[in-house]
């Protein structure tokens, strides 16, 4: 029997994000409509809305939808900002993000990947303000910088600076920070020169490769 996708979706909406504390209406509009099913394996369909990270190969994950939900409601965007997303994965959160902003970026340093997440974008018809660049996140891309607001969905030793370097003023950056496998969420913003940082939540991300990442 063909589960029912819709249903899964609300029920992830209500159980997983609102009753913890996910408020953001476009964030949860957007975690509704975007059929996570069609970002996993096959085989793994079933667990698509499950309250965890589900493997997608190459040693990677897609996020527990909490943690996407997190993370985009953290951004705080309002549809008008272009956003650089640092690992692509399998589409899913570059695909969240596109249902919020005017512009995404997203990279990923696993080329295989990489041509995942643009047909798995492709085939659900949510690639018209996604781009997927196969390079080392850690790095960012300077080629378009500076963005608006920048997330990583891998954990770092500390913030890579090229981060920084690119991301506008004001502007915010979330990524997770820490140890090779425990981390905290961390919101950093920029204004007026200044950068400040605190930590949302903990969490536990597979390492951030590249030149600023793990060896």
């Not at 997927?132 to 954990?155: E, Q, R």
């Given at each position: ?98 249902a919020l902003a005017r512009r995404v970026i997203s990279l990923e340093l ?31 891309y300077a080629p378009l910088a500076p963005y608006d607001a920048i997330t ?43 950068i400040d940082s605190r930590v949302s939540t903990l969490c536990r991300f ?10």
């Amino acid at each position: 029997m063909i589960p029912n996708w819709a249903g899964e979706r609300q029920g992830m909406v209500e159980k997983q994000l609102r009753r913890r504390g996910i408020h953001d209406a476009r964030v949860l509009r957007a975690m509704g409509e975007i059929p996570r099913e069609e970002f996993v394996p096959l085989e793994s369909r079933i667990s698509a809305y499950g309250d965890e990270p589900v493997q997608i190969g190459f040693g990677q994950t897609i996020s527990q939808p909490y943690m996407t939900a997190l993370m985009a409601a953290e951004l705080e965007l309002d549809g008008t900002e272009t956003v650089l997303e640092v690992g692509a994965g399998c589409g899913y959160a570059a695909a969240v993000l596109g249902a919020l902003a005017r512009r995404v970026i997203s990279l990923e340093l696993i080329p295989e990947l990489a041509e995942m997440a643009r047909h798995n974008l492709r085939r659900i018809g949510r690639d018209g303000n996604i781009e997927v660049i196969t390079a080392d996140g850690s790095l960012g891309y300077a080629p378009l910088a500076p963005y608006d607001a920048i997330t990583v969905a891998a954990g770092a030793p500390d913030v890579p600076p090229a981060l920084i370097e690119q991301l506008r003023d004001p502007g915010r950056l979330v990524i997770p920070v820490g140890e090779f496998e425990d981390q905290e969420l961390r919101v950093v913003d920029r204004q007026d020169g200044h950068i400040d940082s605190r930590v949302s939540t903990l969490c536990r991300f597979v390492p951030l490769r590249g030149g600023e990442g793990w060896a």
